[in-house]
């Protein structure tokens, strides 16, 4: 759960009559003893249970309570406690929606209930916060001016999310959301010019990874981020190549086969694949992410056969407020054949890097490790040296890709090597970093 949803349960928890919180401690007290009796079967170490999970910065809490509130949010979540007071977590005269644009200290809002987009205060509190708090695709609580206790059209809350990416802001060292609730994210590659670069993969992939947001009654063991999918463009270029060649530069997917990406062979300019990527797309949230020049904006404007319509919007939009074009925007696309679906275009994503990573966090943000570690003889397990590692054992059998592992040990040493080279970094525009 977000530090926000934390401060509502906790709020909530406060309120309940003093039995009702005894009850609920008492219930996460035996709830937590049998999940630990389940891990130590489970070879897993005891104190791993209560670990914050490695790499994330979510708070260290008191374990029984973090049982209790998440008890808690599954009763509120159905329907127990209504009579017992307490902040609803949306008041009555507040209304929901989402958010398409920011600006400083506004954005526009798409309500939910299909009225038309409107521009939006922050509140106050809001506001200062703005640039950790509030992004593009967030999902936000307001109250309208013609309500007549409101003065101003104003965004009160931000609603839990489902995905988040965050990028660290250089100076500060804080972790800054991006973008919010995208269901998937397009990696956009090329080849032949640039050529492929793997590298840049697997650090797109890894902030990919981080992007699931805890929410009660989830485990960080069992996390659900944004659905990775490679585009790989101007696969036209490859007619250039002799077949050796060509073979070189594709074999440079495997590893990402094997692990079961989504991956999708395009040309914007010929418009091969994009149907393939329409389908994968229907109904979505995404974001495009890659180095410049790789093809994003040819290919969102060839998956969008109306683009006139979506520039004429952008546009009534941008004049209407003291939008820039370089803000992020979120806007819809209703291909001629196909679903419709939402692309967050913002300036961030572009150039969002994999900032320094801890080797745990490195250990944690890569899946298939993720999973094979249980099998590890020891809980802390580095799968460079020790003794009954599941991870060396599975590369061994064939069962996880050597390229998938080789990047694991080279960002492993890169990070004992320290910063990367600048040259090797996906660098902010100047006005972001
Ligand atoms: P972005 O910086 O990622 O948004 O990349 P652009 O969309 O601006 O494209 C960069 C360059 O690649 C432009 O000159 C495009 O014309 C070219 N390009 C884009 N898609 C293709 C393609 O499918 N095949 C070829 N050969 N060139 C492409
Ligand atoms: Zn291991």
């Excluded at 060839?302 to 806007?331: C, F, I, K, P, W």
């Amino acid at each position: 759960m977000n530090k926000r949803q934390r401060e509502q349960l906790e709020a909530r928890l406060k309120a309940l009559p003093k039995s009702e919180q005894d009850r609920l401690f008492r219930q996460a007290a035996a709830q937590r003893t049998d999940d630990q009796k389940r891990r130590r079967s489970e070879r897993k170490r005891y104190e791993d249970l209560d670990a914050p999970r490695p790499g994330s910065s979510k708070r260290k809490v008191d374990p029984v309570r973090e049982y209790a509130l998440r008890l808690l949010a599954a009763e509120l979540a159905a329907g127990r406690h209504e009579d017992a007071g307490g902040a609803s977590p949306v008041p009555d005269s507040t209304q929901t929606g989402r958010v398409l644009f920011m600006g400083k200290r506004r954005c526009l809002v798409r309500p939910d209930d299909g009225g038309e987009d409107f521009e939006c205060r922050l509140g106050a509190d809001l506001a200062g916060r703005q640039q950790a708090e509030l992004c593009v695709g967030d999902r936000v609580s307001f109250v309208r001016a013609t309500d007549e206790r409101h003065d101003a059209d104003e965004v009160v809350q931000v609603l839990p999310r489902k995905t988040v990416l965050t990028r660290r802001d250089p100076r500060t060292g804080e972790a800054r959301a991006i973008v919010a609730n995208v269901d998937a994210v397009v990696i956009v590659v090329s080849v032949v010019s640039p050529p492929l670069h793997p590298r840049l993969i697997d650090r797109y992939l890894i902030a990919i990874e981080d992007s699931w947001v805890e929410v009660p009654g989830s485990h960080a063991d069992d996390p659900d981020p944004a659905q990775a999918i490679i585009a790989v463009n101007k696969i036209d270029l490859l007619d250039d190549l002799t077949p050796e060649e060509r073979e070189r530069e594709l074999a440079k997917l495997e590893p990402y086969r094997a692990i079961g990406l989504p991956i999708v062979e395009c040309a914007a300019q010929t418009g091969r694949g994009m149907d393939e990527l329409r389908a994968l797309l229907a109904g979505r949230i995404v974001a495009f992410v890659g180095h410049s020049g790789v093809g994003k904006s040819s290919i969102t404007n060839a998956l969008d056969e109306r683009l006139g319509a979506r520039t004429a919007q952008v546009g009534a939009a941008a004049n209407r407020g003291r939008h820039t074009t370089t803000s992020s925007q979120l806007y819809e696309i209703t291909p001629d054949s196909g679903e419709t679906f939402w692309v967050i275009d913002t300036p961030g994503i572009r150039y969002f890097a994999l900032e320094e990573l801890t080797p745990a966090q490195l250990r944690d943000s890569m899946p298939e490790l993720r999973r094979l570690r249980r099998g590890c003889q020891f809980n802390d397990c580095t799968h460079t040296h020790e003794p009954g590692c599941a991870v060396r054992e599975a590369v061994e059998r064939g069962e996880l890709h050597p390229a998938r592992y080789d990047t694991y040990i080279r960002l492993l040493e890169e990070i004992a090597r320290g910063p990367r080279p600048p040259d090797e970094r996906i660098r902010p525009l100047p006005d972001e970093a």
